[in-house]
């Protein structure tokens, strides 16, 4: 009878540690980044037939509107006029529309006004230039920007299944390349002031996919810092990585926003992969990372595992930010 009494309160004990470990792992399954779909829609925005995306092009505005009938389907509501394709003309070419793609997922029970938190990544690459020694003349921007976009698509659909008390602004800006214009016109909009007081924090995704676990990370405008760049930081940490900040720098949309007073963060990988020497590290990227070439392009031996650590993270980030417990 003494054994059964002391052993009454451990089995019970035991099977809730077993269900809380299998809801664990149930929920990190859940909550894991889709790399087949990243993949996926980055191999399509990357591919011939899409021309490098270059500006005013019939191919950029055609990604421009598959990217707005994508946040559509998942719900996204207008944020700037009727609709979630945003367009705007500019100095250069006056007489030509380009498109702003910008759409707010509402907040749990539905609603998109208060508190904002954006994450964006640019639509646009360099279109077709001089070729490489190959002969390939289409500059694809697989790395710069198509796999930043998949990876804001698989923390949308995730943000979709479990929305925050914050609602989440996705914006894929064109024109990046050519001196950050969709930004500054979006920006210039007589209906963007209001908007943009409200955005608490707002996360830049253009600084390439890591072909490895990165352990180092440049955030830049997170000096000086904000309360959504400590979540960032902290986020950062627990999961064994160092950071430095830095001021905002004008190498990405997200920097005009900070001149409005929006705080940013804009994540750079560093040199340091899990599990990588720096000979490993160097190699890799001169097979995967081709800045403004060409051959920055779809290819299948590249490695996700980097990619699936950065949107995870990217995902904790929109968790913590859109949690109204959390003050930003």
Known sequence: MMRLCRWKPIIPALGLAL????ARRIAA????????????????LSSDANRGRGPWTPENERVARQLARMLEALGAKPVF????????????????????????????????????????????????????????????????????IAMIFDVARRYVK????????????????????????????ADAAPVISRLKLLIGVDAGSPAGEAMTWQLMGAEPPSAGSRIVDSLAHARGWTTTASPPRPINDVFVFAQRGVPIV?????????????????????????YHQPSDQWRPDFPWTGTAFYANWLWAIVQRTTDAREHL
């Open 19 to 22: 269900l809380a470990a299998a």
């Open 29 to 44: 399954q859940q909550s894991s980044a889709d790399t087949v779909a990243i993949a996926a829609l980055a191999r399509d």
């Open 81 to 148: 006029g009727p609709s979630v394709l945003v367009p705007f003309t500019t100095a250069p070419r006056p007489n030509d529309t380009v498109y702003n793609v910008a759409g707010v997922l509402p907040a749990r029970g539905g609603a998109t006004s208060g508190d904002l938190v954006g994450i964006t990544a640019h639509l646009d690459h360099l279109g077709v230039g001089p070729p490489d020694a190959t002969g390939d003349s289409i500059y694809n921007g697989f790395l710069d920007d198509a796999v930043s």
């Open 162 to 189: 479990s929305p925050g008390d914050r609602p989440l602004v996705v914006m894929f800006f064109n024109l990046e390349e050519q001196g950050l214009l969709g930004a500054k016109a979006l920006a210039a909009r």
């Open 266 to 290: 804009f994540p750079i990988p560093g040199p340091e992969w899990r599990g990588y020497t720096r000979d490993q590290h160097d190699e890799a990227m001169r097979k995967f990372d081709h």
